[in-house]
């Protein structure tokens, strides 16, 4: 699996949170509404997947199934939002 294009939106920093990703794979799969958030030990930043709130329960909208996906995209993101936020 390989990413194509990986979009960054900007937000106003807001308990961690500074901005979303939008993440295109190779094999025609976007997934959109990614959260970057600044670690609290300022080292650097890690993703979150879009959930819903079902009742009283936060459902995955979808996430990867796999830790090396899960590490492709968040390595792929973060490498991304870093290039960007820590101009």
Known sequence: MKIKDIQIIPIRPRDGLVGFANVTLEDGLHLGSIGIHKR???????????????????????????????????QAVTQRAEELFDL
């Open 40 to 74: 609290l030990d300022g080292s650097g930043y890690r993703i979150t997947y879009p959930t819903k709130k079902v009742g009283s329960v936060d459902t995955h909208i979808y996430h990867p199934t796999t830790t090396q996906t899960s590490r492709l995209i968040e």
